[in-house]
C-alpha cells in the first residue's frame, strides 16, 4: 500500500477507489485497478500533454497523426487512404473526414493512383511537410520532458515491460 500513497502521503486517487471497493465488494480481487486504473489515468493525462503540442499547430491528434503516418512514409510522403486507415487504425470514414479538413488547409492533396486508376493517394503538399516536421520536432520534446520524470531505469523497466505486455495483448502482424 505504500507505493499507492501520493507525494503528500495520501492514498493517490486509483487506491481511494481500490479501497472504496474492497470495503463494499470484500468478495472481489480489486488489485487489478493498480495497474489498469493508474495505466487509464496516465493514458488520459498524456493525452491531455500531447495534444497541447498538436493545438499550437492548429491540428487534432488525428491530423497529426495522418499526417505523420504519410511524412514516415518516406519520399514522395504519401499513401492510399485504406494505408493510411489501417495505420492509424481508423475507419475509412472518419479518415475521409479527417483528408477533407487536411486537405481544405493545404497540407494534403488526394488524386487518382497512377498504378492502379480507380484508388486514389492521398500525398502530403509542401505546406503539409513543413508543418508536421516542425510539429514532430516539438512532439518529440514534450515526450521527452514527460519521460524525464522518471528515472532513465525506471522508463527503461517501464518500456520492457509495456513491450512485453502489448506484444501478449497485440501480437504484430505481419
Given at each position: 500500500?505504500?507505493?499507492?500513497?501520493?507525494r503528500?502521503?495520501?492514498?493517490?486517487?486509483?487506491?481511494?477507489?481500490?479501497?472504496?471497493?474492497?470495503?463494499?465488494r470484500?468478495?472481489?480481487?480489486?488489485?487489478?485497478?493498480?495497474?489498469?486504473?493508474?495505466?487509464?489515468?496516465?493514458?488520459?493525462?498524456?493525452?491531455?500533454?500531447?495534444?497541447?503540442?498538436y493545438?499550437?499547430?492548429?491540428?487534432?491528434?488525428?491530423?497529426?497523426?495522418?499526417?505523420?503516418t504519410?511524412?514516415?512514409?518516406?519520399?514522395?510522403?504519401?499513401?492510399?487512404?485504406?494505408e493510411?486507415?489501417?495505420?492509424?487504425?481508423?475507419?475509412?470514414?472518419?479518415?475521409?473526414?479527417?483528408?477533407?479538413?487536411?486537405?481544405r488547409?493545404?497540407?494534403?492533396?488526394?488524386?487518382r493512383?497512377?498504378?492502379?486508376?480507380?484508388?486514389?493517394?492521398?500525398?502530403?503538399?509542401d505546406?503539409?511537410?513543413?508543418?508536421?516536421?516542425?510539429?514532430?520536432?516539438?512532439?518529440?520534446?514534450?515526450e521527452?520532458?514527460?519521460l524525464?520524470?522518471?528515472?532513465?531505469?525506471?522508463?527503461?523497466?517501464?518500456?520492457?515491460?509495456?513491450?512485453?505486455?502489448?506484444?501478449?495483448?497485440?501480437?504484430?502482424?505481419?
Amino acid at each position: 500500500m505504500a507505493d499507492d500513497l501520493d507525494r503528500t502521503g495520501d492514498l493517490d486517487h486509483v487506491a481511494r477507489i481500490q479501497a472504496e471497493w474492497a470495503r463494499e465488494r470484500p468478495d472481489l480481487d480489486v488489485s487489478p485497478q493498480g495497474v489498469i486504473g493508474r495505466l487509464h489515468r496516465l493514458a488520459g493525462l498524456l493525452t491531455e500533454q500531447l495534444c497541447v503540442v498538436y493545438r499550437r499547430f492548429g491540428l487534432s491528434e488525428g491530423e497529426f497523426d495522418v499526417l505523420a503516418t504519410l511524412r514516415r512514409a518516406g519520399d514522395p510522403f504519401e499513401r492510399a487512404p485504406s494505408e493510411l486507415s489501417e495505420h492509424t487504425m481508423v475507419t475509412t470514414g472518419a479518415m475521409t473526414k479527417r483528408l477533407d479538413r487536411l486537405e481544405r488547409a493545404g497540407l494534403v492533396s488526394r488524386r487518382r493512383s497512377e498504378a492502379d486508376g480507380r484508388g486514389r493517394v492521398v500525398a502530403l503538399t509542401d505546406a503539409g511537410r513543413d508543418l508536421i516536421d516542425a510539429a514532430f520536432t516539438e512532439h518529440m520534446r514534450n515526450e521527452r520532458r514527460l519521460l524525464d520524470t522518471l528515472a532513465p531505469k525506471e522508463a527503461a523497466q517501464l518500456q520492457a515491460l509495456l513491450t512485453a505486455w502489448l506484444g501478449r495483448m497485440d501480437p504484430p502482424r505481419s
